[in-house]
């Protein structure tokens, strides 16, 4: 858990996956996958088509025509639309964000039960506003993850399309989903971190540690911990995100064409 987080020495990945598989058996790797996939289908869905909205009416207000017709204006219609994007979507599946970190941290001691469970009892002993912990640090690292993610991605695309046409759409929105999750977590992962430290506060009804709000964290976290603390993790967030974000991409674009396939009833 968070509190045990500024003792930690330099731990490494394979010495944590051990201690997980030693501790909780293998099965804990995917402990809260369940609540992962609730939160995770609504959330890409939302935020795909939140994206989509907003660039073309952006592209309406600003008076673009075309894709590729003004390209420091498209550069910025896909920043603020990704940013926009990513508020939209974190701010309705919030509390399934919450319930799934919770689930994932659990160890030896199963305070929650599963999803609805988890909803239940957070809200039952911190309040509905419980259920919303650290959700400004959220909105506030989803908006720029999101709007990098999405203006690195779309740029990145446009530009190998426009010199390599013939590749495969599969390698192409794999190789520029990756880049695009690279760049996005680089820039977005501190207020990551914080996120999830505020989300355990009260855990399995564990005595808090930042009273002091978003920023009294991050003072906190610099303070006991030093910068680097700022990106403790930061390595196994990559060996996630390269492939997983190549594969959202990639599956949004092999939908899309697939589905505009379909001829309209």
């Known amino acids: 858990m968070h509190s045990d987080a500024s ?7 394979w010495h944590e996956a051990l201690g997980i598989v030693r501790k909780e058996g293998v099965r804990a790797f995917w402990k809260g996958n369940l609540a992962t996939i609730a939160h995770r289908l609504p959330y890409s869905s939302i935020s795909f088509y939140a994206f989509e909205h907003y660039k073309n009416l952006l592209h309406d207000i600003v008076g673009v025509e075309s894709q590729g017709e003004n390209v420091s204006a498209d550069i910025c219609i896909r920043l603020v639309g990704g940013g926009l994007a ?3 979507a974190a701010s309705v599946t919030y509390p399934l964000d919450l319930v799934r970190t919770r689930l994932a941290t659990q160890r030896n001691v199963i305070y929650y039960r599963g999803i609805w469970h988890a909803l239940y009892t957070i809200s039952k002993e911190e309040g509905v506003f419980g259920l919303y912990k650290g959700l400004g640090a959220t909105l506030l690292g989803v908006g720029p993850n999101l709007a990098i993610s999405f203006s690195v991605y779309e740029t990145a695309r446009s530009y190998w399309h426009f010199h390599r046409p013939e590749d495969s759409t599969v390698l192409v ?4 989903g990756s880049l695009s999750g690279i760049a996005s977590s680089t820039v977005a992962y501190p207020l990551d971190l914080v996120r ?18 978003l920023f009294g964290t991050f ?9 680097c603390g700022l990106y403790r993790g930061i390595l196994p967030e990559y060996y996630k995100v390269v492939p997983s974000v190549g594969i959202v991409f990639m599956t949004y674009e092999k939908l899309k064409q697939i589905l505009s396939t379909i001829p309209e009833s």
């Open 219 to 227: 003072r906190h976290i610099i303070r006991s911990e030093g910068w």
């Open 173 to 176: 929105s794999l190789t520029c």
């Open 86 to 88: 990513g508020v939209t």
């Open 7 to 13: 003792s930690l020495g330099k731990a490494s990945i």
């Open 196 to 213: 999830r430290r505020m989300q355990l506060e009260g855990a399995g009804g564990r005595a808090r540690v930042y009273n002091t709000g």
